[in-house]
């Protein structure tokens, strides 16, 4: 009996000391697996595209994003589960127009989101719009082609003389009109705006197709007080993230990586409805 039982804790400690050194040589041992809802989930932006159609100037399209019956609009970057308002600035000159979307964070804290650039091309006009590369990573376009642009509303506005429109409101002060809602999952977000991104015409590159050298009059506008994930995050927007990370990245399980730890990305979707919310 005792012959068995040593035999059997040799074995068993030669299994484990294979176990140990095979681990240290490959170094792809890791039980701390992170996965996690990035900021640019609460918004597609190819979603954006279908509003240009319909909106009659820029006033209407900052209302048309921030409206919930669109379901456009899911960005959380402060995560207090509160839709986040959209305010739209309109910008250009000649035949290339343009909009810039951001977000105020309060305390003089401004995040630019994306751009909607617009180049005449006679008749017709190329839209393009580019994702802010911290919430969306670098080189993140969506390209269209929109025929007959005098029959859209908002284009006719856009190429005739007006003052441009720059949002008046700002942080916990909006429109009459406006009621703050409720940020619902990732996967609700994704399964309700899944008919308009899919029909939307938009296409998606790496690079630039505007001729334009017409930029934001908000770019380099970065917040520091963003907890949700981001694809390329500043330095300041990395450290304050260190000391306050989201409560949307999980941890747990066991997992392999090359050198230590492990980040998964995922969309962390669940279905849901409306809410309400910022």
């Keep these: 009996m005792n012959d068995s039982f040593t035999k059997l804790i040799a074995v068993v400690l030669s299994v484990y000391f294979l176990w140990v050194v095979f ?92 751009t909607i650039q617009i180049e005449k091309m006679g008749e017709d006009a190329n839209v393009q719009i580019q994702g802010n590369q911290s919430i969306y990573g670098q080189n993140h376009y969506y390209h269209n ?38 940020r619902v999952s990732s996967r609700s977000y994704n399964s309700r705006v899944s008919g308009q991104s899919r029909n939307s015409g938009y296409s998606q590159s790496k690079s630039s197709k505007m001729s334009s050298k017409v930029t934001s009059p908000n770019k380099g506008m970065s917040s520091s007080k963003i907890k949700a994930p981001l694809k390329n995050p500043t330095t300041s927007q990395k450290s304050f993230q260190k000391r306050n990370p989201s409560k949307r990245a999980r941890s747990g399980g066991f997992g392999r990586s090359s050198r230590g730890s492990v980040k998964r990305s995922s969309s962390g979707r669940s279905r849901g409805g409306f809410g309400r919310g910022k």
């Design 145 to 182: 082609r929109m025929p007959g642009i005098g029959t859209y509303l908002l284009m006719s506005y856009m190429f005739r003389p007006h003052p441009f429109y720059r949002s008046p409101w700002g942080f916990g002060y909006y429109p009459s009109y406006y009621r703050s809602y409720g």
């Design 23 to 114: 681990l240290k040589d490959s170094d792809e041992y890791n039980v701390n697996v992170q996965t996690s809802v990035s900021a640019s989930d609460g918004l597609n932006l190819k979603t954006i595209g279908p509003l240009l159609k319909t909106a009659k100037d820029a006033e209407d399209l900052e209302k048309l994003i921030n409206d919930p019956s669109q379901g456009v609009n899911n960005l959380d970057l402060n995560e207090d589960d509160k839709v986040d308002y959209i305010n739209v600035t309109e910008y250009g000159e000649g035949e290339n127009r343009g909009f810039s979307l951001t977000t105020d964070m309060g305390e003089g804290q401004v995040q630019e989101i994306a």
